[in-house]
């Protein structure tokens, strides 16, 4: 099996459709808390969740001992041991453009199906979701 075959069976990527996303109220509150604490460094986590009846559910966070205090925080994750429940990735920018770099685009075509960017000032209204192809993705949280 190839690598990104492999990653994609880890990652969820093929049984990969859904219709809608719903995020746990916990987890968007957790991902404010967490970006302001780390500004103006960024964070990065993985989310956690599964499909079910073509619906995205996130239910939780997944720390990496990755070191965010550089650029390209994100790629290292390729570094990392993955886990059997993430669906995507969270990071958080410095300064008001929740736009994907293209090094994000990169790592979003690479692993999992659903990615959120939350840029200053850390609140509901900035954070954005994508999907692997870099197109915005709306959400729920519940
Ligand atoms: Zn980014």
Known sequence: MKLDNLLGKILGTSKSHFD???IDKEVTDEIMNIAKESYP?????LLEGKISDKILKITGLIFLPVDTSQEGAVMQ?????LTTNSVG??????????SPSDA???????????????????????IRAY????????????
């Open 104 to 126: 994000d685009l990169t790592f979003f075509s690479k692993k999992g199906l659903f990615h959120m960017i939350i840029a200053e000032p850390y609140n509901m209204e900035s």
């Open 131 to 142: 999907d692997s192809y870099g197109n915005i993705v709306d959400f729920k949280t519940i």
């Open 41 to 45: 460094n960024e964070f990065m986590a």
């Open 89 to 98: 990735s969270v990071h958080s920018h410095p300064g008001f453009n929740a």
């Open 77 to 81: 994750v390729f570094m990392q041991p």
């Open 20 to 22: 809608e996303v719903q």
